[in-house]
């Protein structure tokens, strides 16, 4: 029978519109083959109607990379591999084979240009698959593990394990919240570049390790771990049994705050002016290391990352909105955006694309449904998020376009009574979530996850703009526009310390 003939209409439906497609094409934790008890699985399944081939790269915990491999897929196909196959190779699979690495593995799988799904396992000598493909939630450079046995467990032994895919040394501190709410001292280390290790609960509570300084300590019950560093990280919360059973226990239930360990949201970090050149801004936006800062009359102004002015920078914008102070907003343009090297323009009831060089796009350039305004933007992995509204009277709310400039027709996409009235949006790639301004703006940014649901819990202090413009997330920070006072504000999403 061939592959896709007999899928169901819902199959189908979520083939069409590509809901399998990932953005992370990493496997953290693929079993080394000579591990006695456990062997690590991988399923790619290609999605597409299309054959094609799929790169694997694997690196191990010295960081070391070895032979990359090239496997075709033909469309539908789904094929597997394990631990062996990689190492020593498979020819029916077309592996040629790593060899051996020192440690376990993580595997960077490049699609080829498919719809690629990548799932992990691994599999114990009894038969037992467990999946190995989550990470722990993140928010703003803060990683949340929400349980985490003590040391003393040793019959469900607690690991963490640490991966710095980059190409910069990480400095990371381990801090844990013991079940009386209890902080407990810190651990620090430094995890090289390309490098991971795995650390047990009891060697982060007794501490005299060369590998870090510092330690947990004892504390009451189980901990919450909160694990941050200065360069971006990978974490996996796992818990091994005597049996050799080993399990995944990341969670994407709930990211962590600077609040759960400091008692502290939000930290005012930056602000500069604008200048007099630039009235009346009403976008912002951070790409190749610059601010860049629209004028409702078309011209992208740009600054450094401290703030200061570079005008050599500047854009204009071949097709110039009416200049004219007072104008009907629809002649403005308001909102700010990038995506693949050019610049998103909401004007005349058009989402305008332009060049880098300020040339309008008109293959990207498109119309917006009947009615519909916008006065912010983010654009996620998948998606344009307008915070804007479906016609004259009608409220303000987070208007969602597909990348085929489609609108995805919702009663209300943000989700929650913290969804009233936004005003500002920003995306966060890192932790993928979408922050969230809203009308009464003395209280909070909110955090939803790109399907619109209101993350409990997930509520930041936010004061000190008067006039909320628009915003733009840069790292584990946002940056809001002061639109009347010509000002930028940059707060830290994950506080002091």
Known sequence: MKPGKCLTALAMALLAGGAWAQEDMMVPLFMSASDPYRQGFVRLINHSKAEGTVVVRAIDDEGRSYRIETIPLKEYQTLH??????????????????????GDWRLEVSDGGLDLEVLAYIRTVDGFLTSMHDLVTSLGGLHRVPIFNPGSNTAQESRLRLINPGDEDATITIKGVDDAGVVSDEVELKLDAGTAKTFTAAQLE??????????????EGKWQLFVESDESIQVMSLMSTPTGHLTNLATTDRPALASDISG?????????????????????????????????????????????????????????????????????????????????????????????????????????????????????PERFYFVGSRGFGSATEVLVYDFEHKFQDAESFLKGADSAEPLAIGFDPKARFLYVINEDHDGAINAFTLKGEHRAGLVVPFSGVDNVGTATIIGDAIYVLDELANKVYGFRLRGSR
């Open 81 to 102: 591999f394990n631990s062996d196959d990689l190492e020593l190779g498979n020819d029916a699979k077309g592996l040629r084979g790593t060899g051996s690495g020192q």
């Open 206 to 219: 007794a501490g005299e390790m060369m590998a870090f300084t510092g330690a947990l300590g004892d504390g």
């Open 264 to 380: 502290e949201g939000i930290e005012f970090i930056q602000e500069f002016s604008l200048g007099a050149e630039n009235t009346f801004p009403t976008g912002i936006t951070f790409f190749q290391n610059r601010f860049y800062v629209l004028n409702y009359s078309g011209t992208v102004y740009a600054y450094t990352e401290t703030g200061e002015r570079e005008p050599a920078a500047d854009i204009e914008l071949t097709y110039r909105p009416l200049p004219a102070f007072g104008a009907q907003p629809a002649n403005r343009a308001v909102g700010l955006g990038v995506r693949a090297d050019r610049f998103y323009v909401h004007h005349e009831e058009r989402i305008r694309a332009f060049t880098l060089s300020g040339a309008e796009d008109p293959d990207a350039t498109f119309d917006l449904a009947l009615g519909h305004t916008v006065r912010d933007m983010a654009i996620g």
